[in-house]
């Protein structure tokens, strides 16, 4: 089965993609990463999961002001620190 999409040229070679069919959904995993994506078709699961995995390869660009704004995130007090001082990824 072919998976060529726009997205994925970066995939490094020898890669897994999984598909399955979760009710309504397609459901994409990439197993080395275990990053997975869902779409309504074979191809929109695809193609979400090639922007997930640009975004877990640090690949994408940093929220706008405005689009933190929008998700209800004030810019202003949105700070990151060191995962290794954070309690949820204990």
């Known amino acids: 089965m ?3 999409s726009d997205t994925n040229h970066d995939l490094p070679t020898g890669t897994t993609i999984t598909l399955t069919r979760e009710s309504n959904w397609w459901v994409a995993k990439d197993e080395e990463t275990d990053v997975v994506s869902q779409g309504k ?3 929109e699961a695809l193609e979400n999961l090639d922007e997930a995995l640009q975004g877990y390869h640090g690949k994408g660009e940093a929220p706008s002001d405005t689009e ?3 998700m ?4 202003e ?4 620190g060191s995962l290794d001082d954070s309690e949820i990824f204990e």
Do not use: A, C, H
Not at 72 to 75: A, E, F, N, R
Not at 77 to 80: E, K, M, Y
């Open 41 to 43: 078709s074979r191809q």
């Open 77 to 80: 007090r949105n700070t990151s």
């Open 72 to 75: 209800g995130i004030d810019p």
């Open 68 to 70: 933190l704004r929008e």
């Open 2 to 4: 072919s998976t060529e």
